[in-house]
């Protein structure tokens, strides 16, 4: 069909609609979005500006837009033909103007000198050119007044102004300069689709006023509407706070190397040369040198068959009293009995009068010579305690084997080590083949290839440790919890963690019994505890429940095992939601907790799940919520009602009090019943907001009736 017959038709009222304003405030882009229905997101209208021409030609060459600009308003059927114009205040804008029904005057509310210009320049150019044709201001890109201006700012040019947040016009700056100019006022944005056919249906109906005016006798235009008022605009759901994830402690390899020179918790003695004694701990040779994890579990198995059936070992609570008691001894055959029956109940493989010598290992291999249990002083506590000694091979120096240890302990070697070639001897001996590797390295000038070694050094001996956890070899101490017990190592506790380091370390009772009280703990969390701790990883289970172990994870002073588990509990909540789930009470459960416990980030979240749901969750728990804290409560008001108060606002503007106290508060109730869920956290807290808003209300129309 051509264009030229809409002008034809009988009843078609052809409205020539031109949009004007200041050069990138989006003139053309709200054409486009009326014209050709084009949506474009954020970033696509953050490109490089081009001035550019809506074409008046496209009505005639593209019948799609030729079919968009028909419509009907009021039942009034019209065709609307829209005209583009430049920017640029030197452009001759007279044809554009010639014969206008109604002007469109456009400004950024990103731009205050765009809105300055309005009154300026535009409003008497268009006044200049056609004197007659009704005015519509219209304020753009509504959508920066609630976006993230430094990521809008970051996806912009390189050398394009930035948006500041001060620069951001409030809708009742528009709203002044139209009631200055005495036209209606409108905002619109083509990211978000709002607002585009609110614009131009009222301004057809404006047109269409004015030509009723001249064409007095057309009957179809008496049913013809004044300006409607146009609701507020719902900003966008904010996004849910980020939860980040500090940097694990940077800490994890000088913990173990303290822990060899100070021999907290040592278990097992080494014997080089028979006269030199180093205090080390089983759990970490045995995870770190397969070796030495065949030698302790031969070791504990020898026990198990050589023990006399008869034997009662002594509890922990018992050896710390005899420990501490200076006098446990009253007599010398008193004494005697108490050092045999000590001997006795731990197992104790030394007995030089009968000639034990404990179990040789030549014959095994031949870097260990025997091994045995002995009483001795504790390097630390002085007091005595059973330890496993291994006599070592005699060709193993203290230099070197030092090195040997660190290594054991930390997987790593020193370049500047100056007995390599022993280091190397005892590796071989100890089947340590990834050391003697590393030795090779550095006399190839190829250190820089051990960091792989050692890399694989740790996840070998993490999976060996998560073993040691599970089957609970060569534990020293047993946590009593609320639903059993749960075996652990002090030494791999000590070096990661400094709380557990100050109880075992200390001058406490725990740090010389086998059994630690841990109460309201169960054993799935304390078990995530203890991986978290032997391995650096958070590992979630089925039955873990978040906020016990964000409890435990606070207690134990953990903030990166605290900031992973806010994480899982956030996930685990938002994924439960995707599936239907109704997340609102655990929510609201997690909230007191998390800020009890000082779980922030996971505060912030649970406010910002109830501030976006806030309707459900009152419908649901209203008992809960007029319970929470008053600090809560106030939070959740401050970012909920200021809307509410924008809006009141919205509707008390001039435009709104001649529209009509009858459509003026039912649309304004309407919308905050429907919409706005801050209106009903203001009717909570403040009962009166409602009746204080009517006779607001009444009284101003009133007043406006009355002059």
């Known amino acids: 069909m051509d264009s030229d017959m809409d002008y034809e038709r009988p009843n078609v009222e052809t409205i020539k609609c031109v949009v004007v304003g200041d050069n990138a405030v989006g003139k053309t882009r709200l054409i486009c979005a009326r014209a050709c229905n084009a949506t474009l997101t954020q970033y696509q209208l953050l490109a490089t500006h081009v001035p550019t021409v809506w074409a008046i030609d496209q009505y005639r060459v593209c019948q799609e837009v030729l079919e968009r ?91 394009a102004r930035p948006i500041k947040y001060n620069e951001i016009l409030p809708p009742e700056r528009g709203r002044e300069v139209a009631k200055e100019l005495g036209v209606p006022y409108y905002e619109t944005s083509v990211v ?71 021999p907290l918790c040592s278990d097992v003695i080494l014997v080089l040369q028979e006269k030199q004694r180093i205090f080390a ?43 501490a008691s200076f006098d446990v001894c009253e007599s010398p055959d008193e004494g005697d009995r108490a050092n045999l029956r000590a001997c006795t109940s731990d197992g104790t493989l030394r007995d030089s009068e009968g000639g034990r010598r404990g179990r040789l290992l030549s014959t095994w291999s031949r870097a260990f010579v025997s091994i045995q249990e002995e009483l001795v002083d504790d390097p630390v ?53 990834d050391l003697r590797m590393m030795v090779a390295n550095i006399l190839n000038n190829e250190s820089f290839m051990n960091q792989e070694i050692t890399k694989a050094f740790h996840v070998r001996r993490t999976n060996r440790v998560k073993e040691c956890l599970a089957k609970g070899t060569f534990s020293d101490v047993v946590f009593k919890l609320d639903d059993g017990t749960i075996m652990a190592h002090k030494p791999l506790l000590i070096s990661s963690c400094d709380w557990m380091a100050a109880m075992f370390g200390g001058p406490f009772v725990e740090s010389c019994t086998k059994e630690v009280l841990f109460p309201n703990t169960t054993r799935s969390c304390m078990r995530a505890v203890l991986e978290y701790l032997y391995t650096g990883r958070f590992c979630s289970r089925t039955d873990l429940d978040a906020m016990e172990l964000i409890v435990l994870a606070n207690r134990l002073c953990l903030p990166h095992l605290v900031a992973l588990t806010e994480l899982y509990t956030v996930t685990v909540l938002m994924e439960a939601a995707m599936m239907g789930a109704d997340i609102d009470g655990d929510v609201l459960l997690y909230l007191e907790m998390s800020q009890f416990h000082c779980a922030q980030q996971l505060t912030g979240w649970c406010l910002h799940h109830i501030c976006t749901n806030y309707n459900s969750v009152c419908r649901k728990f209203p008992r ?39 459509e003026k508060l039912s649309l304004y109730e309407a919308f905050l019943s429907a919409h706005l869920s801050a209106f009903d956290v203001a009717k909570a807290v403040e009962p009166c907001l409602l009746q204080t808003t009517r006779t607001t209300l009444r009284s101003t129309a009133g007043h406006q009736c009355g002059s």
């Open 381 to 433: 506590t002085y007091s005595p305690r059973p330890m496993t000694v291994v006599h070592m091979d005699q060709s193993m120096q203290l230099g070197p084997f030092r090195a040997v240890l660190r290594y054991l302990y930390t997987g790593q070697l020193d370049e500047h080590e100056k007995e390599l070639m022993h280091i190397a001897h005892i590796a071989e001996l100890l089947e340590v083949f």
């Open 624 to 662: 809960d919520m007029k319970a929470t804290s008053t600090g809560n409560a106030s939070e959740i008001l401050t970012k909920e009602t200021c809307m509410c108060v924008k809006l009141r606002l919205s509707f008390e503007s001039p435009l709104y009090i001649n529209a009509g106290f009858i």
């Open 69 to 159: 600009s028909r419509d009907v308003v009021d039942d009034v059927s019209v065709s609307l033909r829209l005209w583009d114009t430049f920017g640029d205040h030197h452009k001759d804008r007279r044809f554009a103007y010639g014969r206008s029904d109604v002007v469109v005057l456009c400004f950024s509310i990103a731009n205050p000198n765009s809105l300055y210009h309005v009154k300026t320049m535009w409003y008497p150019e268009i006044k200049h050119f056609c004197p007659r044709a009704p005015v519509i201001l219209v304020g753009c890109q509504l959508d920066l007044r609630y976006a993230d201006l430094e990521a809008v700012n970051r996806a912009r040019r390189p050398l």
């Open 281 to 323: 701990h089983k759990i970490y040779l045995a995870t770190s040198s397969s070796k030495f994890y065949d030698l302790f579990v031969l070791d504990a198995r020898s026990e198990e068959t050589e023990r006399p059936p008869r034997a009662t070992a002594l509890s922990g609570r018992e050896m710390l009293m005899r420990a």
């Open 192 to 262: 978000a689709q709002f607002g585009v056919k609110d614009v131009f249906d009222n301004a057809i109906r404006a047109a269409l006023i004015s030509r009723r005016h001249l064409q007095f006798w057309k009957s179809h235009l008496r049913n013809v509407q004044r300006s409607l008022l146009q609701a507020p605009f719902l900003p966008p759901k904010p996004p849910p706070p980020i939860i980040t994830v500090p940097p694990p402690p940077t800490t994890t390899e000088e913990h173990p190397v303290r822990l060899l020179e100070d």
